[in-house]
């Protein structure tokens, strides 16, 4: 058992040191050894085999981030989820009343989300759009 600050921190340093040493590692080969070879076609933003068009500062869609943002706090109630199953032996009712409080909620969340149209990425339909267009 450490018993002094040196020896408690000692293997996070040295893990540091360790994950230091092979991205620069890493980085350095690929300089030393990697090909340097400029053409037209490899200067070209690749889009999944698609040729580009527009330009690269055009507004991405909010909705783009919200989602992210979604997808990262279903992930947050996924992780929670381990240690309730972990524990769940031990406190029995008390845990299952408490996780269902818990999914209860990120459910309802994920209603009102649903609801507001958060998830739809289809076109925008606007009030009176018979859905043709006017020539």
């Known amino acids: 058992m450490p018993t002094s600050y040196p020896e408690l ?3 996070i340093v040295v893990q540091a040191v ?12 690929s300089y030393l050894f990697g090909k340097r070879v400029r053409n037209k076609v490899k200067d070209m933003p690749y889009e999944c085999g ?3 068009t ?9 909705k783009f981030y919200l989602v992210a943002m979604i997808f ?18 031990e406190l ?3 845990a299952f009343v408490e996780m269902f409080i818990f999914v209860v909620l990120i459910l309802s969340g994920f209603f009102y989300i649903w609801k507001m149209g958060a998830l739809d990425w289809g076109p925008e339909k606007r009030s009176g759009d018979s859905g043709r267009h006017a020539s």
């Open 50 to 52: 698609i040729v580009p």
């Open 18 to 29: 360790i994950a230091m040493a092979v991205a620069a590692g890493m980085v350095g080969a």
């Open 54 to 62: 527009g330009t690269a500062r055009e507004r991405v869609s909010v």
């Open 72 to 89: 990262i706090l279903f992930d947050i109630e996924a992780i929670f989820l381990y240690p309730w199953a972990v524990v769940y032996r």
């Open 9 to 11: 921190y000692f293997p």
């Open 92 to 94: 029995r009712l008390f």
